[in-house]
């Protein structure tokens, strides 16, 4: 996502300019921040798999890792999606389903 500089050279010079450049950083910066958004899922259970399966000879460890994870998550929609797919994806061993 380049961007270019503001300057009095390029500066919309009309509404429509404006609009068009306004919609187009707002479009952007919410494409930035949804993929930040799932990174940070895939991160979370990324985290969460590989601690469960590097655990898994130890019975109910993931149900009891995940429950106390759950008051450090700062994003409970994020933990709850990393935390279904760790037990769900378990089977499959760290790298997830091919």
Do not use: W
């Amino acid at each position: 996502m380049a961007t270019r500089a503001i300057t009095p050279a390029n500066f919309p010079k009309s509404y429509a300019e404006l609009r068009a450049a306004v919609k187009v950083t707002l479009f952007q910066g919410q494409r930035a921040a949804d993929h930040a958004k799932v990174r940070r899922y895939h991160e979370t259970d990324r985290l969460i798999r590989h601690h469960v399966l590097a655990n898994q000879d130890r019975a109910d460890y993931g149900a009891k890792t995940i429950l106390r994870l759950a008051p450090i998550c700062s994003s409970t929609a994020a933990f709850c999606s990393a935390a279904t797919h760790s037990t769900a994806y378990s089977q499959f061993g760290p790298r997830g389903p091919n």
